[in-house]
């Protein structure tokens, strides 16, 4: 089998077209700053719809012992 065999799509079963999915929802990557409550400080990177959503997916990471509170964040990806 060629290279061009291998990454040539399929064609859709039985010759019908394939249906259309609706466009992915909105995505925000961010590059969060964390402070714990006794002064340490964290960093991670979260993803979601919101920059909420991805300052909670963030925050999951941060270690279990502390509370923690974004003091800065960047978008890597996203509006």
Same mark, same amino acid.
Request: hydrophobic share 45%; proline share 5%.
């Given at each position: 089998?060629?290279? %061009?065999?291998?990454? $040539?799509?399929?064609? &859709? +079963?039985? =010759?019908?077209? %394939? !249906? !259309?999915?609706? &466009? ?15 002064? $340490?400080? *964290?960093? &991670?990177?979260?993803? =979601? #719809?919101?920059?909420? #959503?991805?300052?909670?997916? +963030? !925050? ?5 012992? &502390?509370? *923690? =509170?974004?003091?800065? *964040?960047?978008? %890597?990806?996203?509006?």
């Amino acid at each position: 089998m060629s290279v %061009l065999e291998m990454i $040539r799509p399929e064609p &859709a +079963a039985n =010759g019908k077209r %394939l !249906r !259309r999915l609706p &466009a992915a929802t909105t995505q925000r990557i961010l590059a969060v700053e964390f402070r714990s409550t006794d002064g $340490r400080h *964290w960093r &991670a990177i979260g993803g =979601g #719809a919101s920059v909420a #959503a991805a300052i909670i997916d +963030a !925050r999951e990471s941060c270690p279990d012992n &502390a509370i *923690w =509170g974004a003091v800065s *964040w960047n978008d %890597l990806y996203g509006e």
